[in-house]
Structures are given as structure tokens and as C-alpha cells.
């Protein structure tokens, strides 16, 4: 796909990108770098390479005094934060931006929402998730940014992704540190835990199409003061992403159903977070108003493809197949105190 659809009033168009080597932002970069009509600057520490147009200003987002600092020499036209997920770090920002650009995007998350009360989500249903903290605290940032758009018109436009993977990760249930943790215990004939009865449904969207719609809310006005989910509309469940990665792996599946709350007991991760307060609910994601506000809102790579993506990129990149021993140690346990317990209570009600 050419990501070329954005909205420009002005040439070039200065976009600042804080962030920009993520798993969501860095196909946003490459694709900005290679636009001629945008100049492109990308904030970050430094410990990652950029796309040979993209002009780095080597910064901790963090460290507010000398943004300040460093940013007095620059103007910009657009700013998109990917980092940003503290109430005070908001503030900051808008103190930073106020009346310097002409729009700031960002990203916050479904996480975001209390998903107890609906299964069809529209942008304007309840947020404040009761088990994730992170959610919360990405609530409190839109407040923050959409008081200041109330109050003297700061040019926000808050963008709601599901999960959102790429070439070096993918969706998974349990997973530790890394997701070939998992693919690892497939290899090796090793069964792995997925949450709850496998069946709940699941949005998850590959990186290059997340890039594609995105850079379309890019200086586009009818987007200011809006929130927006940006996320492929189809819907799979959890066995079928399992099912999808032991074929392509050539496995007999080997899936081991534990129930949400019992996994959220565990000490060693943080499962009340990114099971409880996210992956065990069934929720469609209602995207008819970014399909609305975009010139040509697209999704190609399905959840099939984009396992196959990345286990060929696993295969390119060897190094990168780390093993998260403890995970690993965890998933054998936890297995075997669950068959213990159901062989337990096998006749007794």
C-alpha cells in the first residue's frame, strides 16, 4: 500500500513524531520519511536507527526541561506522541504546544474503556477500566487534553488502537517477555495457556495497516477535538490465532484452557492488567466514524498472514528468538497445579 492519502493545506508539512521506533509508530515514520511534501523530525533517545529522511532530535520525552530547551529552535505543524501515558506528562505537553501547532495527536488506547458494561464499543462509551491501571491513567490524559480543546481550542485528535503487532511480535494469551516464549513451547511439543475457554473475540491489527489509516488523521481537520478507533474490524477469537500459529508451525495443537480470574492470581505477571482488564472480553470495536472522517480507511493483512509475517522475520533474524526461561518455568507449573486440581474435583459434584 502507498500511504500517501494524508490531507495537506501546506507544503512541506513539519511533524514532529515523539516516539517513532515502536511497534506502532515506526511504519508511521518510514512511511512520513518517504512523503516529499512532509519534513519529518523524530524525538527519541537515540538508541534506535531512523529512515534515512528523518531528521533525529536525540531527547528523553521525559526529561520536560530540556525538551523545552532543545524544542525552542524548531517549529512544527503537527505532533504525534506515542510515548506519553502519565496525566502530568499531558499537562506538560499542552503548556509545551499551546499555540505552536496546528495539530497534536495521541495515541491512547481501548484499554482505556470499562468493557463490563457493552460488547459493541463506540468511541463515546464509558471509559475507566476497573483492572488496568494503564487504562486509567491513558483516561485521565484524554480529560486532560480534551479540557484544554474545550477551553481554549488545543488542537487534539486522541486515537484508540486495539493491539497492534508487527513484524517482531504477535497477538498471544499468556506470553511473558516475548512471544517466542511461546512459539518455543509449540516447537517443543510443550502445551500453552490460553485464557478462559479460548472463545472470547478479539480485534488485532497489523502495523502496516494501523500506519495507512493513521496517516490519513494527519492534518485533517475534521479529526481535531474527535477520538478515533483505529483498528482492523475483523473479528477472530483466541483458539483461532493458536490454530493459525500451530499450523503454520506444522503442530497438532496442544491448548490448555485456564479460566481469567485464576491466571490473575499469579504473582510473576501482571495478568489482572493485560487479561482481566483487556484480552478476556468479547468486545467489537464500532468503526464507522473513522471510516467517515478518512478518505480510505483499509485493513489487508489478516491474522493469518501476519503470523506467517513474523515467523519468517523470526527466521531472517535468528537473534531475535529469545527465550523467556522464567516464563517457561511458570507455564509448566501453573499447567501442572491446573491438571492436578481438575483431576481432583473429577466426581465430586
Wanted: negative net charge; hydrophobic residues 35%; charged residues 25%.
Amino acid at each position: 500500500m502507498e500511504m500517501n492519502k494524508m490531507i495537506l493545506t501546506k507544503k512541506p508539512l513539519k511533524v514532529l513524531l515523539i516516539g517513532g521506533t515502536g511497534t506502532i509508530s515506526l511504519p508511521i515514520c518510514e512511511a512520513l520519511s518517504q512523503n516529499q511534501d512532509i519534513e519529518l523530525y523524530v524525538m527519541n533517545r537515540g538508541h534506535k536507527s531512523l529512515p534515512e529522511h528523518a531528521h533525529q532530535i536525540i531527547c528523553d520525552f521525559h526529561d520536560t526541561a530540556k525538551m523545552e530547551e532543545i524544542l525552542k529552535d524548531y517549529s512544527f505543524d503537527i505532533v504525534c506522541n506515542f510515548i506519553i501515558y502519565k496525566p502530568e506528562e499531558a499537562i506538560k505537553q499542552i503548556q509545551l504546544f499551546k499555540g505552536k501547532i496546528q495539530q497534536y495527536i495521541f495515541i491512547s488506547t481501548v484499554v482505556t474503556y470499562n468493557h463490563e458494561t457493552a460488547v459493541m464499543i463506540h468511541e463515546s462509551h464509558e471509559q475507566n477500566n476497573i483492572y488496568s491501571e494503564y487504562g486509567r491513567e491513558k483516561t485521565k490524559c484524554e480529560q486532560i487534553f480534551m479540557k484544554a480543546y474545550e477551553e481554549f481550542g488545543f488542537p487534539i485528535t486522541i486515537v484508540r488502537p486495539s493491539q497492534t503487532y508487527g513484524y517482531d511480535r504477535i497477538p498471544l494469551s499468556a506470553k511473558g517477555k516475548s512471544c517466542w516464549s511461546v512459539v518455543d513451547r509449540i516447537l517443543n511439543d510443550k502445551p500453552v495457556i490460553v485464557h478462559g475457554d479460548g472463545k472470547s473475540t478479539w480485534h488485532c491489527t497489523h502495523n502496516q495497516d494501523f500506519a495507512y489509516n493513521f496517516i490519513q488523521l494527519i492534518n485533517n481537520e475534521k479529526t481535531i477535538g474527535q477520538a478515533y478507533h483505529n483498528i482492523n474490524p475483523v473479528v477472530v477469537n483466541w483458539d483461532m490465532i493458536y490454530r493459525d500459529l500451530y499450523a503454520l508451525l506444522n503442530k497438532e495443537p496442544k491448548i490448555i484452557h485456564i479460566a481469567s480470574d485464576t491466571l490473575a492470581l499469579s504473582q510473576t505477571y501482571d495478568i489482572e492488567s493485560s487479561i482481566l482488564g483487556d484480552k478476556q472480553y468479547s468486545c467489537l470495536f464500532d468503526m464507522s466514524k473513522i471510516q467517515r472522517d478518512i478518505p480510505d480507511f483499509q485493513n489487508h493483512i489478516m491474522i493469518q498472514e501476519g503470523l506467517k509475517m513474523y515467523l519468517d522475520y523470526m527466521e531472517q533474524y535468528p537473534e531475535k528468538k529469545v527465550k523467556d526461561e522464567t516464563f517457561d518455568q511458570w507455564c509448566d507449573q501453573v499447567i501442572d497445579s491446573y491438571q492436578k486440581f481438575i483431576q481432583e474435583i473429577k466426581g465430586h459434584f
